[in-house]
C-alpha cells in the first residue's frame, strides 16, 4: 500500500518528519513510566519487588540511547590521537578511512535511514538529508573526523531533545493524571477492592485516611479534610461537609469517609481536565505554526543556496577548487539545520502549559499562552470572580410583616427550583422547603429571576428589572441599597425585598494592584445592582464599573471594549457567560471545580477561584513568549554569522556543528527553564 501522508488543520505534515519521531518517542516514554509507576501501586507489598527491575530498565533504555554516541566519538578520538599524536606510518589509505567509517556507522547509519525512508515519502528536504549530504560531502572530499563529529554532535542533539521533551510532557501528565485505578467498594456494609471503571452512579465507596479518591461524588460523611493540590495547585487542606461534591484526585487528609459516587469515571472532573491538558499542544501558537511554515520553506531554500556556493563561483573565481567550494557548500548545509527552531519553540510552549498546570490554571492551547501575554484589557464579571458567590440573607422589608413567613416559604420553594447562589443563601436562611407548596409554570427569566404560579397567582422573585417587567409598582428609595436586593411579588403586588450581601474575595485587591503594575485595563460587567457593581469597584479601585447589565448587554460592552483594537480577556464563569466568553479573545473561567460546562467553553480555566490567578496567568504567557523568542533570536543570530563566515571560506565544520548542535542544546536548555520557574500569586 502507498502511504497516505497525514496534515493538521494549518495543513502542516505530521507524518514523516523529525518533530513527529521526538513527539512519538516522548509519548512512548511517558506511557512506558505510567506503566511502570502502575504496577508499583497496585501493592505496596509488591514495590519493592518491581522497583529494581524497573529503574534498572529505565536506566538501561537511557544507556542503549546513547550507547551508538559513545562508540562512535571512542572511535572518533581514537582516530584523531592516532593522526595528530603518533608519528606511525600505518595509519594510512585504507586503514585510516575504515576506521573513520566504523565510527560513522553507529551514528550515521539511523540518520541516513530516516533520510531514505523521508525521501520514498516524499519528504525530500528534511533535516536527515541536510546532515547526510553533509557527513559523506566531507567524506568525499577526506575530512573523515569533521564528518564524524558532524553526525555524532547531530545524535547526541536528537537524544537530548528526545528526553527534554519526554521529560516536559510527563511533567504536564503527572501533574493531573491523579486517578487511581481502583477504589473500595461498599456493599451490604461489606467493602472490596474493584477497578474504579466497574463503579456506577449511586455506588457507595470507602475513602481511607490518606488515600486519593477515584470518582467524583458527593460525601455522605458528616465531615472530611481534602488535599486539592492535584486539581487547584492549592495544597492547603479544603474541609468538606456532608452533602459537598468531592472529586477524583482529592485525598482524604483525616477520617474514613463515603462518598456516593455521582459520575462515571471516564466523566470526571479530573479526566475532562486530563484531556483538556493533553489536548493543549495540538493548539499551536501564531509563532510555532510560523516557524513550522517557515522550516519547510527555508530548508529547500537552503539546498538551492549551497549548490549556487558549491558551483557558482567556478564563472568568477581562478583559480577554482572544486573541493575548497563543495567543503564551504558542506558547512552551509550543516548550520542551516532548523532543529535548534523546530524542536525548542514547541518544548518552550509545552513548559509554559506544565508551568501554569502546576499552578492550577488550565490552557487549552500555547495560543492562548501567546495571547495573553499580549492582553490589554480584563474585563471580569462581579459575582464569583472578585466575589466569593457564597451570599447571605442580611436583612428584609416587606409591607405587611404579618405576612412574612408565609411569603419566605414561598420564596423559598420557587428558589429550589434554581442553582444560583443566591437560592442557596435562601434555603440557609429559611430552611427546609415545605413539600406541600408546588408550584407551575416555573421559569428561569435570564439576567432578571424567577416566576412561578400557584394557585393560580403569580410570585416573582428576582431583580427590580423584573418586577418592571411585569408592570409592577414599588418604592423608588431601593436605588439607593449598596447590597443585592432580591424583590418580591405576589399575586401582581409589591411584597418587598431581602438584602442579600457577597464578599469580596481575599486576594481580589492583589489581582488588581497586579493587573495595574502590567499596565493593564480593568473594566467589571455585572448583571447586579449598578449601586452594587459601583461599591464593589470602588473598593477595590477598579474605574470602569457598569451594572444592571443582560447578557446581550454584557456582549454589546465587550465590542465596544474590542473596537479599540486591544486584546480582550473576560473572565467569568464560563456558564451564565458563554456569548461574552466567546466573543472575547480569551475566555477565562473562574470555579473550573464547580461547573463541566466551565471547561468545556472557557480557553483557560482557574481552577481555584483564585483571581490572583489572572495576573499569574498573564506572566506565564509573557515570560513563555519571551523564552521562545530568546530561542528564535539566538538561532537566527547564530546561524547568521556562521552561515555569513562559512560561505566566505571563513567557518569549518566545527564552528558548523556549533551554529547546529550547539544551539539548538542551548536554546532547549533554555526552553527547560520555564519549568523550573516559580511563579507567585501574590
Known amino acids: 500500500m502507498t502511504h497516505q501522508h497525514i496534515f493538521d488543520k494549518q495543513g502542516k505534515q505530521v507524518c514523516c518528519t523529525q518533530e513527529e519521531k521526538i513527539n512519538k518517542f516522548a509519548d512512548d ?99 536527515f538529508l541536510l546532515m547526510s549530504i553533509a557527513t559523506i560531502g566531507a567524506f568525499a572530499i577526506g575530512e573523515y573526523p569533521e564528518g564524524v563529529a558532524v553526525m555524532l554532535f547531530y545524535t547526541i542533539g536528537e537524544v537530548f531533545q528526545n528526553l527534554a521533551v519526554a521529560r516536559a510532557k510527563t511533567n504536564i501528565k503527572s501533574l493531573l493524571d491523579q486517578r487511581p485505578d481502583e477504589v473500595t467498594l461498599i456493599v451490604d456494609n461489606k467493602s472490596k477492592v474493584v477497578k474504579a471503571t466497574t463503579v456506577n452512579i449511586g455506588d457507595i465507596i470507602q475513602l481511607k485516611a490518606g488515600e486519593k479518591l477515584g470518582l467524583d461524588g458527593i460525601l455522605i460523611s458528616e465531615s472530611s479534610s481534602f488535599n486539592t493540590a492535584a486539581l487547584t495547585g492549592e495544597s492547603k487542606p479544603d474541609t468538606k461537609s456532608k452533602g459537598d461534591v468531592v472529586l477524583a484526585g482529592m485525598i482524604n487528609m483525616n477520617t474514613v469517609s463515603r462518598i456516593e459516587v455521582n459520575t462515571a469515571y471516564s466523566d470526571s472532573k479530573l479526566s475532562k481536565i486530563l484531556e483538556l491538558v493533553q489536548n493543549a499542544t495540538a493548539q499551536k501558537a501564531p509563532t510555532e505554526l510560523f516557524i513550522r511554515k517557515f522550516a519547510k520553506i527555508y530548508t529547500p531554500i537552503i539546498v538551492a543556496l549551497a549548490v549556487i556556493i558549491c558551483f557558482l563561483p ?26 535548534a527552531l523546530v524542536i525548542s519553540i514547541p518544548l518552550g510552549y509545552f513548559g509554559g502549559i506544565g508551568a501554569a498546570s502546576r499552578n492550577g490554571i488550565l490552557f487549552k492551547g500555547s495560543n492562548f499562552l501567546d495571547l495573553l501575554a499580549s492582553v490589554k484589557n480584563v474585563v471580569m464579571d462581579k459575582t464569583g470572580t472578585m466575589t466569593e458567590g457564597v451570599f ?23 428558589e429550589h427550583k434554581s442553582t444560583h447562589p443566591i437560592a442557596t443563601a435562601i434555603h440557609k436562611y429559611v430552611g427546609e422547603v415545605n413539600s406541600k407548596i408546588e408550584f407551575s409554570n416555573v421559569e428561569e427569566i435570564a439576567g432578571k429571576g424567577l416566576k412561578g404560579e400557584i394557585n393560580g397567582k403569580t410570585l416573582l422573585a428576582g431583580n427590580f428589572k423584573l418586577l418592571d417587567q411585569f408592570n409592577i409598582k414599588y418604592d423608588s428609595k431601593v436605588e439607593n441599597e449598596v447590597n443585592t436586593l432580591l424583590a418580591i411579588a405576589f399575586d401582581n403586588q409589591y411584597v418587598g425585598y431581602l438584602t442579600i450581601a457577597d464578599k469580596i474575595k481575599e486576594d481580589a485587591q492583589i489581582t488588581v494592584d497586579l493587573l495595574k503594575s502590567m499596565k493593564i485595563e480593568i473594566t467589571m460587567l455585572s448583571g ?19 451594572g444592571d447589565l443582560l447578557p446581550e448587554d454584557k ?42 460546562a466551565t471547561i468545556e467553553t472557557a480557553d483557560v480555566v482557574i481552577q481555584d477561584d483564585m483571581p490572583s490567578k489572572i495576573p499569574m496567568a498573564i506572566n506565564i504567557g509573557k515570560q513563555t513568549k519571551k523564552i521562545v523568542w530568546q530561542n528564535i533570536i539566538l538561532a537566527f543570530t547564530v546561524k547568521a554569522i556562521v552561515l555569513t563566515l562559512g560561505a566566505g571560506g571563513l567557518a569549518t565544520m566545527w564552528e558548523a556543528v556549533f551554529a547546529d548542535v550547539g544551539v539548538a542544546l542551548l536554546a532547549i536548555l533554555n526552553a527547560i527553564r520555564i519549568q523550573k520557574m516559580s511563579f507567585k500569586s501574590s
Not at 502502575?38 to 514495590?47: G, N, T, W
Open 29 to 127: 516514554a511517558v506511557k512506558a513510566k505510567s506503566k511502570r509507576v502502575d504496577c508499583c501501586e497496585v501493592d505496596s507489598a509488591m514495590k519493592n519487588d518491581h522497583e529494581e527491575d524497573n529503574h534498572v530498565e529505565e536506566n538501561k533504555s537511557l544507556f542503549q540511547m546513547f550507547l551508538p554516541a559513545v562508540i562512535s566519538l571512542i572511535l572518533l578520538l581514537t582516530g584523531i590521537i592516532l593522526d595528530y599524536n603518533f608519528d606511525q606510518t600505518w595509519f594510512k589509505g585504507w586503514i585510516r578511512v575504515g576506521l573513520y567509517i566504523v565510527a560513522y556507522i553507529p551514528v550515521g547509519l539511523p540518520v541516513l535511514k530516516e533520510a531514505f525512508l523521508s525521501i520514498k515519502e516524499r519528504e525530500v528536504f528534511s533535516e
Open 314 to 339: 567556478y564563472f568568477f573565481v581562478e583559480p577554482y577548487v572544486f573541493n575548497q567550494w563543495l567543503y564551504r557548500a558542506l558547512i552551509f548545509l550543516v548550520i542551516s539545520c532548523p532543529c
Open 392 to 414: 447571605e440573607v442580611k436583612d428584609f422589608y416587606f409591607n405587611d410583616d404579618s405576612r412574612k413567613d408565609e411569603v419566605l416559604k414561598l420564596v423559598n420553594a420557587l
Open 528 to 546: 447586579d445592582k449598578a449601586n452594587v457593581v459601583k461599591n464593589v469597584a470602588d473598593q477595590l479601585g477598579i474605574s470602569n464599573s457598569f
Open 555 to 596: 456582549v454589546n460592552k465587550i465590542k465596544e471594549i474590542k473596537a479599540k483594537g486591544n486584546i480582550v480577556a473576560f473572565v467569568g464563569d464560563g456558564v451564565n457567560d458563554a456569548p461574552v466568553v466567546a466573543l472575547s479573545d480569551i475566555g477565562i473561567a473562574m470555579g473550573g471545580l464547580g461547573s463541566d
